[in-house]
């Protein structure tokens, strides 16, 4: 279970109400459905080995140069590990590059007021081009774009303040979200998504038309992001409310398929009594593949929530059930699957995968302290099955509980055999 504060008001969450065309994207009447209602979804249990494969363990090399705190993103070229951590809160973050065995190679980011360095405390996005051997990296509002060696290329200015989520699109053009549910308290908060050059000048934009309404007692939300990945050379993407999974072609939101959350989908542009939070749920698209659609769906099973009058918005906290979901495209029923560590043997059966870190191109990426792994292999001697795991078994004996995180990784089956 997660424990989730916020104040409404202070969220830059964007979500969409599709109505009438009213928001600006293009709409298709026919368009296959991807139902994920509540009630529909059947709970289902497997082992990791059922559903993922190519299961490695990876011992970071430690270094004063690259000593951290657990990292927050990731990104996987064939030879190369990029990830971001923090080495004490609240400074700047720092970024590395490592080889596929974990041996460090550079920093990348320098904290800092000056020219070429940032502010951010962690970062929001790393994308990595690699034949260009370039990576960009999001530090909260300091986006820049760097050679792998570490080296700034150029900084990027965003044309609105107060931007979550910063995405490459073609040669020195970007794009972000806006804002398509919930108040409006920034100029962002005005258009839906728009693009933009390293200069900060807008080169196209998606105007937003739908607001919610003026029953200010009632609790609106303002969702829980957008959702952005590639399928087949395909940019897909899904902006809660919309309820429509779209592919991004020539700057415009192109129908994909709809999805259907049932009455337990939290609304959007519609005030629902504070009563009925509890219950709703969130939806993030995670990822594709020939045969499913991957989600996280957050479920809300406890809400403390007061309507703060000097803001004229509602504020809280929420506790989240993490849940992950299978959409099979071939039968056209939603599973959620609840797994279960069979290869590592490390974590428990309440373990949400859902909760955890998810790096794109269907990897997932869980950094470990390792003290934690130092002590579960002091434990557990046997419990490592070279057989299946991919470990360096050197640094694996000479792990200390000073020693940087370790990563636990994995990728999605390309076929899944889900009954």
């Known amino acids: 279970m997660k424990k989730i504060y916020f104040i ?30 509540q009630k529909s979804t059947k709970l289902l249990e497997y082992n990791y080995s059922d559903v993922f494969e190519n299961f490695e363990i990876i011992c970071l090399e430690t270094k004063d140069e690259c000593l951290m705190r657990i990292p927050n993103r990731f990104k996987f070229s064939s030879e190369h590990i990029f990830l971001s951590y923090q080495t004490s809160v609240p400074n700047p973050a720092k970024a590395a590059r490592f080889d596929r065995q974990g041996n460090f190679l550079n920093t990348i980011g320098k904290g800092g007021n000056g020219p070429g360095e940032h502010a951010g405390y962690l970062a929001d996005n790393i994308e990595i081009d690699s034949s260009k051997k370039t990576v960009f990296i999001e530090w909260n509002q300091d986006p820049f774009l760097y050679d792998w060696d570490g080296k700034v290329i150029k900084g990027i200015k965003t044309p609105y ?49 739908v607001y919610p ?18 399928f087949n050379g395909k940019s897909k993407i899904y902006i809660p409310g919309f309820d429509t999974l779209y592919q991004l072609v020539n700057k415009k939101l192109i129908p994909d398929a709809i999805i259907k959350r049932g009455k337990n989908g939290m ?19 995670l990822s594709e593949t020939a045969q499913y659609i991957f989600m996280t769906r957050k479920l809300i099973t406890k809400a403390d929530l007061k309507y703060i009058e000097r803001f004229q918005d509602w504020g809280g906290s929420f506790e989240i059930d993490d849940q992950l979901v299978f959409f099979n495209k071939e039968s056209q029923k939603s599973h959620e699957i609840l797994i279960t560590d069979n290869v590592f043997k490390f974590f428990p059966k309440e373990f949400k995968l859902a909760s955890y870190f998810y790096s794109g191109n269907n990897r997932y990426c869980i950094p470990i302290p390792a003290i934690n792994f130092v002590e579960y292999i002091e434990n557990n001697p046997d419990n490592i099955d070279h057989s299946k795991i991919k470990v360096d078994r050197k640094k694996l004996e000479a792990l200390t509980e000073n020693s940087n995180p370790i990563i636990i990784t994995f990728t999605l089956k390309d076929k899944i055999y889900l009954n």
Not at 213 to 219: E, I
Not at 271 to 281: L, S
Request: hydrophobic fraction near 30%; include cysteine.
């Open 8 to 37: 409404l008001f202070a969220l830059g969450f964007l979500n969409a109400c599709i109505q009438n065309n009213q928001n600006g994207t293009q709409t298709n009447n026919k368009l296959p459905e991807i139902n994920i209602d």
């Open 161 to 209: 303040e107060f931007i979550s989520g910063i995405y490459a699109y073609k040669e020195d053009e970007y794009f972000s979200f806006g804002s398509a549910s919930n108040k409006p308290y920034a100029a962002k908060d005005s258009v839906i998504i728009f693009f933009y050059n390293h200069k900060g000048n807008i080169t196209s934009e998606i105007k937003r038309k």
């Open 213 to 230: 309404s003026k029953d200010s007692q009632m609790y609106h939300s303002g969702g829980w992001g957008s959702s952005y990945y590639k």
């Open 267 to 285: 609304p959007y542009n519609k005030g629902i009594p504070v009563e009925e939070v509890v219950g709703k749920y969130y939806l993030s698209v």
